[in-house]
C-alpha cells in the first residue's frame, strides 16, 4: 500500500474546508465559538445531537457514536480506506502528496495503474470529441437529442460515440505510447480469433463512460445503433480496474445532490440517469447488471439513507425489483453495515421508462411520481393483491401473500393502513386477516404455492417463445440508424474523423449522555461512572489548554485512568491539547473517534479553572474508591489511610459545590 509522508496529509488536512466538506452531507448551524452541529450524516434523527469542530476539523455524534477526524469522515461517507481518503481529499483541495519510500512492487503496480486510467481518460476524451465532430455519429447524436437530451448535460457524462473503423483507438494510443497490453488490460482492445493481432472493442456504438465514486474512468457502456448490432449492450470485461459489480452508474455526478436531498434515485438505464438530471433529479443513478450487488448496495447507501427504486410495472421491471429487494434485504441485517438503508419503490406508468416520462411530460410529473413512492410492504401487498381475485382459492393466495409482507411489521400507522387496504380489496374483516398475520405456518405454504405457481408460469411462457421463435423483447424506443462495426479486416475507414486526441463534575456541563453512546452500527455501549468522569476530565483539560497541560503532565495516568480507551487519549493528549488533531495516527479509528468527542464536548463547556478542578476532584475520588475496592479483595490492608484520604475528598468536592 502506498504510504504518504506525515506533512503531506497535514498539506491536505489544513487545506480540507471540513464546514464544507461536511456541509455537503447535513446542514450545519453555528453553536458556540468553535462548533458546527446539525442532524447526524450517519442516522436517522430529529434534534441535532452531531457537531463538528472546523478548526481541529472532528467531528462527533452524541446519539450514534460515530467520530473522527478529516480523514475519518471520508472513509466512512465515501466508503474508503485512508490511503484511498487522503488521495480523495488531495485532489480535492489540490495538494501534491509526496510518498515515503515504496517497495519497488508496489510502486510497478501504482504506476501501472496510473497509466492505465490515463488511457480511459484520454479514450473518454476522444468518443466525446468523435460524438459532436464526426459525420459518421449524426444517427448517435439524433438518437440522443431525439430522447430529449441536451448536448450540456450529455457532456457532462461524457457520453460519447466509438468510430466503426476498426484501429482508430488501437493506432492512437500505441502512437501515444501505450502497449499492446495495456490496451487489453484497460478493456479498450481485443485479440483476432488466431490470436496474431488487436483491434478496437467498441466500434460503431454510443459510449457511457462507467466512472467510480471519485469520476475515474474505469470502463465503458457501450450502446448499439443498427437493428442488426448485436449484442445491444457491450460493457468493459471486468479486469484490473473495471468490475462490473462495484459500480453505480452517475455516483459520482450524484453525491452531492443526494447528500443534501436525502434520497438516491435508481434507475434502470444511463438514459434514465441522464434525463433525470437535466430535469432537475440530479441524485439519480443506475446500477451495472440485473441484480444489485452487495457491493452496489453499500455504494447507494453511501450516498443517502433513503433509496427510491424507479422500474416500470412489466415483468422485467417487476424481477428487477425482486432482485434490489433480495440486496437491500442483505444489507440491512448485516451487523457489519453501520446504515440501513430505506428502500422505496416508484411505480412508473405502464411501458415508460423515466426519460419517456420527462420527455413525455415533464420534470415536475416524474418528481411527484418520486414524492408518492411507497415502502416495500406497501408494494409487496399490492403485488400480492394484483390480477383477478374472484375465486376463493385465488382470494386465499393473496390474503396469505399479503399476510407475509405485514407480518414483519411492528405496531405503526403503516401496518394499520396495509390491513385495512387487504381488507377493503379483498372484502373481509381485519380481524380476518390480523389472524391470517399471526399463522406463520399458512403465510409459508401460501408464499410457496405461489413461487411454484410462478415457476410454472415462466415455464409455460418460455416453451411458447420457443415454439414461435420470438426473441426475447427489447427494450422500448426508436432505433436510429447508423454504423457498426465490422469485422477487423473489412472496414473502410470515414472521412472526417476528428483526431483521435491532442498530446498537449457529579453533573457535569458536557452535552453528551452520561449513561453511554451509540456505535455506528447502533449497539449501545454503556459507560460506566468511572469512564464517564475520566472524559469529562480530558474535555476540561482540552477546554482549558494551559491548565491541562500542568495537570496532565504531573499526572501517573497508569494510576488514575481506569479505562483502557481514555488511559490512551489522555497519553496521546498529553503535550497535544492545543493542536489535538495533528498527530492521530493513521487507521487508528477508536482513537480518533474518543479523540473527536472529548473536543466536541470541550468546544460547549463553559469552562473555569474550577469546574476543571472539580472535575480533577471527581478523578481522584474515582482513584481512591479503585484502590479500596482492591484493597478489600485482598484483606483490608491499608484500608483506613484510604477511607481518610477519600473523606478529604468528598469534603472538597462538597465545599466546591455549596
Not at 6 to 29: M, N, Y
Not at 545 to 563: C, H, I, K, Q, V
Not at 573 to 582: C, F, N, S, Y
Request: net charge neutral; charged share 30%.
Amino acid at each position: 500500500m502506498t504510504r504518504y509522508t506525515q506533512e503531506s496529509r497535514e498539506k491536505v488536512r489544513d487545506a480540507i474546508d471540513f464546514a464544507e466538506l461536511v456541509g455537503a452531507r447535513t446542514e450545519l448551524k453555528r453553536s458556540g465559538t468553535n462548533r458546527l452541529q446539525g442532524l447526524c450524516p450517519f442516522h436517522e434523527e430529529r434534534t441535532p445531537s452531531f457537531g463538528i469542530d472546523p478548526v481541529e476539523k472532528l467531528y462527533h455524534c452524541f446519539g450514534c457514536g460515530a467520530g473522527g477526524d478529516v480523514f475519518s469522515f471520508v472513509m466512512e461517507t465515501e466508503g474508503l480506506d485512508f490511503g484511498a481518503a487522503l488521495e480523495w481529499l488531495a485532489e480535492r483541495a489540490g495538494v501534491e502528496l509526496e510518498r515515503e519510500s515504496e517497495d519497488p512492487r508496489d510502486a510497478a503496480k501504482r504506476a501501472r495503474r496510473d497509466r492505465l486510467l490515463a488511457l480511459l481518460e484520454r479514450t473518454a476524451a476522444y468518443y466525446v470529441r468523435v460524438l459532436w465532430e464526426s459525420r459518421e455519429a449524426s444517427g448517435a447524436r439524433e438518437y440522443l437529442l431525439g430522447r430529449g437530451l441536451d448536448e450540456a448535460t450529455l457532456r457532462e457524462f461524457r457520453v460519447g460515440y466509438s468510430p466503426s473503423r476498426w484501429d482508430r483507438v488501437l493506432m492512437a494510443s500505441r502512437t501515444a505510447g501505450y502497449t499492446e497490453q495495456e490496451l487489453l488490460a484497460a478493456g479498450l482492445a481485443s485479440r483476432s480469433r488466431d490470436g496474431t493481432g488487436l483491434f478496437d472493442r467498441f466500434r460503431g456504438r454510443i459510449m457511457f463512460p462507467l466512472a467510480d465514486e471519485r469520476g475515474r474512468v474505469l470502463g465503458f457502456g457501450a450502446r448499439s445503433l443498427g437493428e442488426g448490432q448485436r449484442p445491444k449492450y457491450l460493457n468493459t470485461s471486468d479486469g484490473e480496474l473495471f468490475h462490473k459489480g462495484r459500480i453505480v452508474y452517475g455516483a459520482d455526478l450524484a453525491r452531492a445532490a443526494a447528500a443534501k436531498a436525502g434520497r438516491v434515485v435508481l434507475v434502470e438505464g444511463y438514459t434514465d440517469v441522464i434525463a433525470l438530471r437535466q430535469a432537475g433529479v440530479p441524485e439519480a443513478v443506475c446500477s451495472m447488471g440485473t441484480a444489485l450487488t452487495p457491493q452496489q448496495v453499500d455504494a447507494l447507501a453511501r450516498l443517502a439513507p433513503k433509496v427510491l427504486f424507479c422500474q416500470d410495472p412489466d415483468a422485467a421491471g417487476q424481477k428487477a425489483v425482486g432482485r434490489g429487494l433480495e440486496g437491500l434485504a442483505e444489507h440491512n441485517t448485516d451487523r457489519r453495515t453501520g446504515t440501513k438503508v430505506d428502500f422505496r419503490i416508484v411505480r412508473l406508468p405502464a411501458g415508460r421508462d423515466p426519460a419517456d416520462v420527462v420527455q413525455a411530460e415533464g420534470g415536475e410529473a416524474m418528481r411527484r411520481l418520486l414524492e408518492a413512492a411507497i415502502p416495500v410492504p406497501h408494494y409487496q401487498v399490492e403485488r400480492a393483491l394484483e390480477g383477478d381475485l374472484t375465486g376463493t382459492d385465488a382470494r386465499d393466495a393473496a390474503l396469505s401473500l399479503a399476510a407475509e409482507a405485514i407480518a414483519p411489521l411492528g405496531p405503526s400507522v403503516l401496518r394499520s393502513e396495509l390491513v385495512k387496504l387487504v381488507s377493503d380489496r379483498l372484502n373481509v374483516p381485519a380481524t380476518l386477516v390480523e389472524s391470517v398475520i399471526a399463522d406463520p405456518a399458512r403465510r409459508r405454504r401460501a408464499a410457496q404455492a405461489a413461487e411454484q405457481a410462478a415457476t410454472e408460469r415462466r415455464k409455460r411462457e418460455q416453451a411458447a417463445a420457443r415454439r414461435s421463435g420470438a426473441g426475447p423483447a427489447g427494450r422500448r424506443g426508436a432505433r436510429p440508424t447508423g454504423g457498426h462495426g465490422a469485422a477487423p479486416h473489412g472496414v473502410r475507414p470515414w472521412e472526417d474523423d476528428p483526431p483521435p486526441w491532442d498530446d498537449a463534575p457529579v453533573v457535569h456541563d458536557d452535552p453528551g449522555p452520561e449513561e453511554g453512546s451509540r456505535g455506528p452500527n447502533g449497539a449501545h455501549k454503556v459507560l460506566d461512572r468511572r469512564e464517564q468522569t475520566e472524559r469529562a476530565f480530558l474535555a476540561y483539560c482540552l477546554a482549558l489548554p494551559d491548565e491541562g497541560e500542568r495537570r496532565l503532565a504531573g499526572t501517573d495516568l497508569d494510576e488514575l485512568f481506569s479505562a483502557p480507551t481514555t488511559r490512551r487519549a489522555a497519553e496521546y493528549l498529553r503535550g497535544r491539547l492545543r493542536t489535538p488533531a495533528a498527530d492521530l495516527p493513521p487507521g487508528d479509528e477508536p482513537l480518533a473517534r474518543l479523540v473527536a468527542e472529548l473536543v466536541i464536548r470541550a468546544g460547549q463547556l463553559e469552562a473555569t479553572p474550577a469546574k476543571l478542578e472539580l472535575e480533577a476532584l471527581q478523578l481522584d475520588l474515582s482513584r481512591l474508591e479503585r484502590l479500596m475496592a482492591g484493597a478489600r479483595v485482598s484483606g483490608g490492608e491499608g484500608m483506613r489511610e484510604l477511607a481518610t484520604q477519600r473523606q478529604v475528598v468528598l469534603d472538597a468536592i462538597r465545599h466546591r459545590l455549596t
